[in-house]
């Protein structure tokens, strides 16, 4: 969250600097190319912002959902372990947990 955030911050302060020059009069050709550089570096760190965002929150989501998917797994061989074997006693003399309908 914090390069998109940087990168427009960048642009910003970029474009606040461009129009503070250009607010003192129109620059030569020299001072314009340099203020269309500055404007390019700053948009391009921008795109790396947002691209590294982007990437950021895929990846996130990715690891989120593989957490995800091996706790609910866990969960799943923990329940379908069933109860534990019963030692010393019938099988007869162990009462069901759910009562069975009687056909």
């Known amino acids: 969250a914090v ?15 461009a129009a503070s020059q250009l607010a003192g ?3 030569d050709a020299t001072h314009q190319i340099e203020l269309l550089m500055q ?3 700053d ?18 989501f990715v690891l989120h959902t593989r957490a995800a998917t091996s706790a609910i797994r866990e969960v799943d061989a923990i329940l379908a372990e069933g109860p534990p074997p019963v030692v010393g006693h019938e099988a007869d003399d162990i009462v069901p947990l759910v009562r069975r309908r009687r056909a």
């Not at 948009?43 to 996130?60: K, Y």
């Open 3 to 17: 390069a998109p955030v940087l990168g427009f911050l960048a642009l910003t302060l970029g474009l606040h600097s």
């Open 25 to 27: 009069g129109l620059p």
């Open 39 to 41: 404007l390019a570096r």
């Open 43 to 60: 948009g391009a760190l921008l795109a790396v912002g947002l691209l590294l965002g982007i990437a950021g929150a895929l990846s996130w």
